[in-house]
């Protein structure tokens, strides 16, 4: 499974390009996959960048939508209508289209935050304060994760 983890800082260029960090493009290569569909998050001010077999995978739930439904409608345009493909360069690097820069209200420095399956790209400091209030509320909520089939935590 691939595993994005961290906060790691980094530039964001006068041309728009990022540098994805050492540790996620490790994830990706050991993945194979090397295409990714960046998006912008319509739940946080971030981009989501997604590995490609994972957004599929995502994707593949409108399936279970009526077609010609206002659900499968809006989700189909949640998803796609401003989802971007991208692959790092030779130097690691990925462009970002300006309107995603624009959603995440990304300046000169940016926080590439690893959330499991996929990775975002925020603002630093609102990926501080979204870590922060992610994890409060888990604390007042009691979250914990169910424990997998014949393991013990």
Do not use: N, Y
């Not at 409108?62 to 659900?71: G, N, Y």
């Not at 209508?81 to 940016?110: K, Q, S, V």
């Amino acid at each position: 499974m691939t595993q994005f983890l961290g906060t790691h800082i980094g530039k964001l260029d006068r041309k728009g390009r990022i540098s994805v960090p050492a540790p996620f493009r490790a994830v990706l290569e050991r993945a194979g996959a090397e295409d990714l569909v960046l998006r912008p998050s319509h739940r946080a001010p971030c981009i989501e960048a997604w590995p490609v077999a994972a957004f599929e995978a995502l994707a593949s739930g409108l399936d279970r939508l009526d077609a010609f439904s206002d659900q499968a409608d809006d989700m189909a345009a949640a998803l796609f209508a401003d989802a971007h493909p991208a692959r790092p360069d030779d130097d690691g690097r990925l462009i970002l289209p300006e309107a995603m820069i624009a959603h995440a209200a990304l300046t000169d420095t940016i926080a590439c935050v690893g959330v499991g399956r996929i990775f975002q790209i925020w603002e630093p400091q609102a990926a501080r304060r979204r870590s922060e209030e992610a994890r409060l509320r888990a604390r007042e909520r009691g979250l914990t994760l169910p424990a997998a089939a014949g393991r013990t935590p």
